[in-house]
C-alpha cells in the first residue's frame, strides 16, 4: 500500500548501493510506499551534469500536488568541490519537496556522507548484505515475495549465489510467475530457475584446500572463473595463501596479533588460521606448494600449452591432497 504524503516522515531519502538491482529494488519499494498515486516523480542523473536543475526542481513549490518528488541518481559521482550546494540544500530542505538521493557507482565524499547522517535523512541501505546478515535478508526477500521456499532449498539457494545475491529478486519473481503466490517450493522446483552458479570470496577457495576437499576446491575454483576471475589473479590468491603460511612457519610460537602484523593483515582470525595451516603443513609441504605454484605460473604463461582451466584444475587437486 502507499502511504499518502500526510504519512511521509522525510524530506529527504538516501538508498546507499553500488549494485545496479539492488538500488533499483529499493527505489521501487520506497516509492510505492512515500509517493501517493498519479503523482509527479522528476529523475535527475549526476552523471548528465544535472545537479542544479534538480536543486532548482527541488526549491520549486508543486502545482498540482502537495508535494513534488525528485530523484537524484549517481550522487557517489559528485567530488569534493561540487556538494556545496547540495550541502546548502540538505540543511534547510523545502517542506513541499521529498527528495531521494541514490548513490550507484562511485564513493560518496566523506563531507556528503557526514551530512547525510547528521540532517533529516532517511537512509536505505540497498547494497549487499554481509555474509553473517545474508540468511537474515534472502528470508525477508522469500517472505516479501509470498512464496514459501522449504528451509533445505533456502540453504541450497543462497549457497548457489554466492556473492550474486542481486540475482535472488529476478528468481522471486520468475518462480512465482511459474508457481504463484504461497507455492511451497522444494530445492528441485526451484533448481531449474537459478541459471550458472554464482561467484564466491576467494577465501572459499583456500578454505577448501586447507580442509583437504579437492571436490569442494574445483567446485569453488569453477565459480570464480564463471564469476569472471582470471587465471593468474587466482594464482596470486593461492601464492599469498602459502607464502604467508611461510612467512610464520619458522618464527616459534606466536600472538595472533604478532602473526597478523607479519602476513599484513588485518584480521586475527586470518592470522590464527594461517598459522593452524603452516602449522598442519610442515615447512617441507609449504614448499613443495610454493614450487607448484611456481610451476603452474609457467604453465599458465604457456609453458606446457595447456588450457588455463586444466591447470588450475590439477593445481588445485595436488594442493588439496597435500592438506589430507
Known amino acids: 500500500m502507499s502511504k499518502s504524503t500526510t ?3 522525510h524530506d529527504v531519502y538516501f538508498i546507499k548501493g553500488e549494485d545496479p538491482v539492488l538500488i533499483s529494488s529499493a527505489l521501487g519499494t520506497t516509492l510505492k510506499q512515500i509517493v501517493q498515486s498519479n503523482a509527479l516523480i522528476e529523475n535527475f542523473s549526476i552523471a548528465e551534469n544535472e545537479l542544479n536543475l534538480a536543486l532548482e526542481a527541488c526549491q520549486t513549490p508543486p502545482f498540482f500536488d502537495l508535494t513534488r518528488y525528485v530523484i537524484i541518481k549517481e550522487i557517489g559521482l559528485l567530488g569534493s568541490k561540487d556538494i556545496s550546494d547540495l550541502l546548502s540544500y540538505l540543511k534547510n530542505p523545502s517542506p513541499s519537496t521529498c527528495l531521494i538521493l541514490v548513490s550507484g557507482s562511485g564513493s560518496i565524499t566523506p563531507p556528503l556522507l557526514r551530512a547525510l547522517k ?10 549487499v548484505p554481509s555474509k553473517r546478515n545474508r540468511r537474515p535478508w534472502f528470508l525477508k526477500k522469500i517472505k516479501e515475495s509470498q512464496l514459501r521456499i522449504e528451509t533445505a532449498a533456502v540453504e541450497k539457494l543462497e549457497e548457489h549465489l554466492g556473492d550474486d545475491i542481486a540475482r535472488l529478486e529476478g528468481i522471486l519473481s520468475n518462480l512465482k510467475a511459474r508457481y504463484g503466490e ?14 550458472l552458479a554464482g561467484g564466491v570470496g576467494p577465501w572459499e577457495l583456500t578454505d577448501a584446500i586447507d580442509r583437504g576437499n579437492p571436490a569442494l576446491a574445483l567446485e569453488i575454483l569453477q565459480r570464480l572463473l564463471n564469476s569472471q576471475k582470471h587465471p593468474l589473479v587466482i594464482l596470486t590468491i593461492l601464492y599469498r595463501h602459502y607464502s604467508s603460511m611461510l612467512s610464520l612457519e619458522d618464527k616459534g610460537v606466536l600472538t595472533e596479533d604478532e602473526a597478523a602484523k607479519i602476513i599484513g593483515s588485518k584480521s586475527t582470525f586470518t592470522a590464527k588460521k594461517t598459522m593452524l595451516q603452516a602449522r598442519k603443513l610442515s615447512k617441507d609441504k609449504i614448499h613443495d606448494a610454493i614450487i607448484l605454484l611456481a610451476d603452474a605460473d609457467a604453465d599458465l604463461r604457456g609453458e606446457k600449452g595447456w588450457e588455463n582451466q586444466l591447470t588450475l ?7 588439496s591432497a597435500m592438506s589430507r
Open 182 to 195: 504461497k507455492a511451497l517450493l522444494s530445492f528441485s522446483e526451484i533448481d531449474p530457475f537459478l541459471g
Open 7 to 9: 504519512q511521509r516522515s
Open 118 to 127: 547528521e540532517q533529516n535523512v532517511y537512509i536505505i541501505e540497498a547494497g
Open 313 to 319: 584444475e590439477v593445481l588445485v587437486g595436488r594442493l
